[in-house]
């Protein structure tokens, strides 16, 4: 993640043109996300797939993978956010509204190669500090899954570990290891 210098307002930077990869805004600093790389892309993939299959046609919940979130005085781009279905924002179409300035229900960041795994830690606490109701850091690098709630300490995934996301959406079922077998494309 490259930290650009320009100090800006959160107004100023929800003003500037989106970038590839994406800028995000904390505490007055800009820094621009990590290009992702195959496996990052895989796993971010799957994840918003398997969240999609259960939680669309139920209308219980959606995944939106990359999406823009402002809220806390901080704007983030999670790699996948998953919004339950009565809290999704519509416009007067019933189609999302663009700009989200709540937050997500589940947030998920996906480790990349040579990205930090304390930044990351930190960027969780945050998140379910600040109305997210569970986030969880996938890394690649480590074969785990970390998982946050709001008040309790992470807790650690590995290999059969059900990852577990309670009331959000009873019927989803994952272990870490069915998680990275994903990464195979055979």
Not at 37 to 51: D, E
Not at 57 to 71: D, I, V
Not at 84 to 113: C, H, K, L, N, Y
Request: a negative charge.
């Amino acid at each position: 993640m490259a930290t650009l210098t320009k100090h800006l307002t959160l107004e100023q930077f929800l003003e500037l043109p989106e970038r590839k990869p994406a800028l995000e805004f904390e505490v007055g600093r800009i820094t621009q996300k990590v290009s992702p790389k195959a496996k990052h892309s895989t796993l971010q993939y799957r994840l918003a797939q398997v969240f999609n299959r259960i939680g669309e046609p139920s209308k219980l919940a959606f995944a939106f993978p990359e999406l823009r979130e402002t809220y806390a005085g901080r704007s983030y781009v999670p790699d996948v956010s998953v919004f339950t279905w009565d809290r999704i924002q519509r416009d007067e179409d019933g189609e999302p509204i663009d700009d989200v300035f709540v937050p997500p229900d589940i947030a998920i960041e996906i480790r990349s190669p040579r990205q930090r795994l304390d930044g990351l830690i930190e960027r969780c606490r945050w998140y379910v500090g600040n109305g997210v109701r569970l986030a969880l850091l996938v890394d690649p690098i480590r074969r785990c899954v970390i998982l946050f709630l709001p008040g309790q300490e992470p807790e650690e995934l590995r290999d059969n570990d059900a990852i577990e996301i309670g009331d959000l959406l009873p019927s989803f079922r994952l272990t870490v290891e069915e998680l990275f077998a994903s990464l195979r494309i055979v």
